[in-house]
């Protein structure tokens, strides 16, 4: 088949190659469908509890996609096909129009946390989705949070800071998501006023055991802390690490250890937090 290609254009597909591009075709196929229907995609909330106050401040957003094959796909799988395929736009709407219409209902007033993808940023699309969805809900904007990646901003081809700075003139929060895992950190805190930055988990998972995890936390806190901007500890899964992320300055925690992510309204008594604060 090579050969035929001709003028010297060989395409030539190892067949576990070409088993996973029609897998991923196949994938983008259903998830088309999945949006169209509305079939199967939900969305889940995981709290964001105040150190300070055990209060849960907000919840994140996280989509799901339950398909009728495979079961539970994790969005790490086909958040990527979305981003690829052009679909994360109406994946995005989804999420946001579905995450402003649960937080207007609930009375303890936290707000709702969105993830946002680099590709669905620099097109001035996102704040009209926003717009709308707040709107539609009556959330107020203080009550929505976009979290965007260190990797969303390093899209040069875009005006990736102009649609984040038209998302906060509209009262909605940003914050920055996985921080620490991306390259020059410190000069996107220069580029975009954030209002929250959020530290990875692999270096709270860490901070207990290697002091030099423990030591970028503080000095994130810190660095929070100047700024005036609040720092979450992401993926906080045991007592000692909660202790380590309080110990270290972080004002906020979030993980399997404060609360797994669930359906909406099917939140666990965050008991934990009470016994962690004594
Ligand atoms: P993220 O935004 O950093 O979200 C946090 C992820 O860490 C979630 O995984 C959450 O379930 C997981 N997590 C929370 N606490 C713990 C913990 O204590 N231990 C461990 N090991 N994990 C914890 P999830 O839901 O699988 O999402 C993975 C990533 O997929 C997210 O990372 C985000 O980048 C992306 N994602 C999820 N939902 C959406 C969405 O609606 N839109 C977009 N664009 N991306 C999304
Ligand atoms: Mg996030
Ligand atoms: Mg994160
Ligand atoms: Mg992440």
């Not at 994946?91 to 609930?106: H, I, K, N, P, Y």
Request: aromatic share 6%; with cysteine; net charge negative.
């Amino acid at each position: 088949a090579a050969k035929s290609a001709g003028k010297g254009v060989a395409l030539v597909f190892a067949p576990e190659m070409e088993a996973r591009i029609q897998e991923r075709v196949l994938l983008e196929g259903q998830l088309r469908e999945a949006l169209q229907d509305r079939q199967g995609l939900s969305v889940f909330y995981q709290p964001i509890v105040s150190i300070k106050t055990g209060q849960v401040t907000a919840r994140e957003a996280l989509v799901r996609w339950y398909h009728p094959v495979r079961g539970w796909i994790p969005p790490s799988e086909f958040v990527p096909v979305a981003e690829q395929s052009g679909l994360i736009d109406a994946l995005g709407e989804f999420v946001l129009t579905t995450a402003c219409r649960d937080a207007a209902l609930w009375e303890d007033g936290a707000r709702v946390a969105v993830n946002v993808s680099a590709a669905q940023l620099g097109r001035d699309l996102v704040a009209q989705h926003i717009l709308s969805a707040l709107v539609n809900s009556r959330l107020a904007p203080d009550r929505l949070e976009v979290e965007v990646t260190e990797t969303a901003l390093l899209d040069e081809g875009r005006d990736v800071i102009g649609d984040l700075r038209r998302i906060r003139a509209l009262g909605v929060r940003v914050a920055l998501d996985d921080f620490g895992t991306g390259f020059s950190s410190l000069a996107h805190l220069r580029l975009f006023p954030f209002d929250k930055i959020k530290i990875d988990g692999s270096f709270v998972k860490e901070a207990t055991s290697r002091p030099d995890c423990a030591a970028i936390v503080r000095a994130v806190a810190d660095l929070g802390r100047r700024l005036g901007v609040t720092t979450v500890a992401e993926g906080v899964e045991t007592r000692a690490q909660y202790a380590c992320v309080r110990e270290e300055g972080c004002t906020e925690v979030q993980g399997y250890l404060i609360g797994r992510p669930a359906p909406n309204g099917e939140e666990d008594e965050l008991e934990m937090v009470d016994s962690c604060q004594a």
